[in-house]
């Protein structure tokens, strides 16, 4: 199975970072227009974008794995046209020195399999681990 690997350090600490990705403010500061967190494992989460056409695009999944400022695990659900749909993203988050690691794997979906989606997807990754990093240490 392919997949998209990232990984970035910021100048906080885990708990912020754990914030930015468990939390509606979060996820709106560096990712989402709107967002809907039910913060558990088990809980769903609902993300909403805008296209390049201004169309609203939802990504909706469930929190698989849930631990506090280390792991978070989402599973995509497989319709709509989200880029995440079927897919699985894993943050690991762990304090490196005087900053924050978060690694990323996306895994699964469709998008994956189609080089130009994927290099697309990849692409967006890379802008929104910059704007997570721009939130956290502005």
């Known amino acids: ?27 709106e500061s560096w990712y989402a227009d709107a967002a809907r967190v039910d913060a558990r494992k088990g809980g769903r989460i609902v993300l ?6 201004g169309n609203p695009i939802e990504e909706i999944g469930i929190f698989l794995t849930y631990r506090p400022t280390s792991r978070l695990e989402i599973q995509w659900d497989s ?3 989200a ?4 897919g699985r993203l894993s943050f690991n988050i762990a304090r490196d020195g ?15 399999s189609d080089e ?15 704007a997570l990093r721009g939130h956290l240490e502005s």
Do not use: C
């Open 116 to 130: 130009e989606a994927r290099a697309g997807l990849e692409k967006s990754w890379g802008y929104a681990f910059k």
């Open 83 to 86: 880029p995440t749909r079927g």
């Open 98 to 112: 005087d900053e924050t690691r978060v690694a990323l794997v996306h895994s699964g979906g469709e998008v994956l």
């Open 1 to 27: 199975m392919s997949s998209i690997r990232r990984q970035i350090n910021i100048g906080t600490n885990p708990r912020a970072v754990w914030a930015a990705l468990t939390t509606v403010e979060g996820w």
């Open 79 to 81: 319709t709509g046209k």
């Open 48 to 53: 909403v974008s805008e296209d390049d056409e």
